[in-house]
């Protein structure tokens, strides 16, 4: 019953931000694949926020937070390519301030659920999230300065690498691999 309940709050609330799904406003061409790809990313965030937060209560507790980001960057983003697949119908242009807009909320909590699971299975240091969030921030900034011409866009790109690689660093090679190193040791 529980589930239940969750499921219709969670139906009934993105009911009410799906307004910008209208067909008679903005309807998509069978050739449009960019605006398909946009409706079907959308569909996908939808039903994996819906699992998220419907599944929350099935994991152990320890998994439970990481379950709840989940679901927050997956409603998110729901929102927002909903949103995006719109201005793409309406203009034909690719809606950068919405994209970064979505990227600005999501990727730090994208970085936020991977300390999250590291926590979930080990003690794992605080300093990972800052680390993995410096590197999105840097990401992030740097390609939305080059995209939308803010400073020249190879700069921007050279920069937004420059946050992406230090992400993959921490990732496999920082200290979050010598993290699950000890587990998997202690394990074996």
Known sequence: MKKLKLFALTAVALMGVTGVANAETAMLAQDDFVG??????????????????LERGSVPAGWR??????????????????????????TGDSPTVYRYIDWLIT????????YFVLA?????????????????????????????GYINTTLGFIIGMAGWVYILYEVFSGEAVREQRKVVTDHL
């Open 36 to 53: 398909i790809s946009f409706w079907l990313v959308s569909m996908a965030c939808l039903a994996a926020t819906v699992f998220f937060f």
């Open 107 to 114: 990727v730090p909590l994208l970085m936020l659920e991977f």
């Open 120 to 148: 979930a299975v080990n003690k794992a240091n605080s300093g990972i999230f800052w680390r993995l969030l410096l590197g999105s921030i840097v990401m992030l900034v740097g390609g939305y300065l080059g995209e939308a």
């Open 65 to 90: 937070v990481s379950m709840t980001v989940a679901g927050l960057v997956t409603g998110i983003a729901f929102v927002h390519y909903m949103y995006m697949r719109d201005v793409w119908i309406a």
